[in-house]
Antibody, heavy 119, light 111 residues
Framework: EVQLVESGGGLVKPGGSLRLSCAAS????????MNWVRQVPGKGLEWVSS????????YYADSVRGRFTISRDNAKNSLYLQMNSLRAEDTAVYYC????????????WGQGTLVTVSS | QSVLTQPPSVSGTPGQRVTISCSGS????????VYWYQQLPGTAPKLLIC???ERLSGVPDRFSGSKSGTSASLAINGLRSEDEADYYC????????????FGGGTKLTVL
């Protein structure tokens, strides 16, 4: 069974940093592209970043480019999102999602972790 | 503001057919597949339709997707109360740096 478990969310002050993790199990992590998607409570979905299976291809939304860094450790079956220079508008539930055929195909999702940016 | 445009809400009565539209441009829907997600309250999204018109295993055949030009649609036949949810379209955008776009979402209400 595919399982994705996010962690690392919490309350952080504007300008601060946070590192999210996503622990994957139930599939061969190293062969799948992975994504981060966020959702402000009560609002729509916003794609944040994607990384290919071997980390050769990385993409970011304009809203986070230069502040967030996606990475993965295939030996540890883990996906990461380093978030720096956080802003109030980054407050959201952050989901990790495993891709299917391509980066838009978010076939499996974690339960999400809430990031709150507030002073 | 989403580049993929969906109606904020649609509604229907049990048994009816409803459609949710998703309008984009040549750089996204016009040249790439469309994906449809269902999000029930308090849960993570669930992929329903991939590659514009392929239903995922386990998704009722009441759900169908289609694409024409720079627009796509999700149709739900024989509406049921458990279909009440938020629905999102998504597509890759062939912009400068490439990106995944989500529509703004459509709230389906079963009356």
């Amino acid at each position: 069974e595919v399982q994705l478990v996010e962690s690392g969310g919490g309350l952080v002050k504007p300008g601060g940093s946070l590192r999210l993790s996503c622990a994957a199990s139930g599939f061969t992590f190293s062969t799948y592209d992975m994504n981060w998607v966020r959702q402000v409570p009560g609002k729509g979905l916003e794609w944040v970043s994607s990384i290919s299976s071997g980390s050769h291809h990385i993409y970011y939304a304009d809203s986070v480019r230069g502040r967030f860094t996606i990475s993965r450790d295939n030996a540890k079956n883990s996906l990461y999102l380093q978030m720096n220079s956080l802003r109030a508008e980054d407050t959201a539930v952050y989901y990790c999602a495993r891709a299917g055929g391509d980066f838009v195909d978010h076939r499996y999702w974690g339960q999400g972790t809430l990031v709150t940016v507030s002073s | 503001q989403s580049v993929l445009t969906q109606p904020p809400s649609v509604s229907g009565t049990p048994g009816q057919r409803v459609t949710i539209s998703c309008s984009g441009s040549s750089s996204n829907i016009g040249s790439n597949y469309v994906y449809w997600y269902q999000q029930l309250p308090g849960t993570a999204p669930k992929l329903l339709i991939c590659r514009s018109d392929e239903r995922l295993s386990g998704v009722p055949d009441r759900f169908s997707g289609s694409k024409s030009g720079t627009s796509a649609s999700l149709a739900i036949n024989g509406l049921r109360s458990e279909d009440e949810a938020d629905y999102y379209c998504a597509a890759w955008d062939d912009g400068l740096s490439g990106s995944v776009l989500f529509g703004g979402g459509t709230k389906l209400t079963v009356l």
